[in-house]
């Protein structure tokens, strides 16, 4: 299986961003598995965004307070975080994969805020 994330960019403080995944090759789509949102800061472990499973459950974990919205599209194998009122700290590489990750990770896209 094949990820490649997208949409990433620098924004300002306050800004959004759309995140969108595309998951392609053989067993992609096999079991609708749980898909999830990890970011990676510098000198950090990388940590859960945000899961969806196949049934549109959604769980934030450590990011309760409603700035992100995770959200799937299983006939087109791809999966979205939409972010809001971005702050500095969350400038990150954003990566896709199911939950647990089991795929071979992508390359993410990166996501600066600027103050």
């Known amino acids: 299986v094949q990820l490649v994330e997208s949409g990433g960019g620098l924004v300002y403080s306050g800004e959004s961003l759309r995140l969108s995944c595309k998951a392609s090759?053989?067993?992609?789509?096999?079991?609708?598995?749980?898909m999830a949102w990890y970011r990676e800061q510098p000198g950090r472990q990388p940590i859960l965004v945000a899961s969806?499973?196949?049934?549109?459950?959604?769980d934030y974990r450590d990011f309760p307070e409603g700035r992100f919205t995770i959200s799937r599209d299983n006939a087109k194998n791809a999966a979205y975080l939409q972010m809001n009122n971005l702050k500095p700290d969350d400038t990150a590489v954003y990566y896709c994969?199911?939950?647990?990750?089991?795929?071979?990770w992508g390359e993410g896209t990166r996501v600066t805020v600027s103050s």
């Open positions: 090759g053989s067993g992609s789509a096999d079991a609708l598995y749980t």
């Open positions: 994969n199911t939950y647990p990750p089991i795929w071979i």
């Open positions: 969806i499973t196949a049934g549109g459950t959604t």
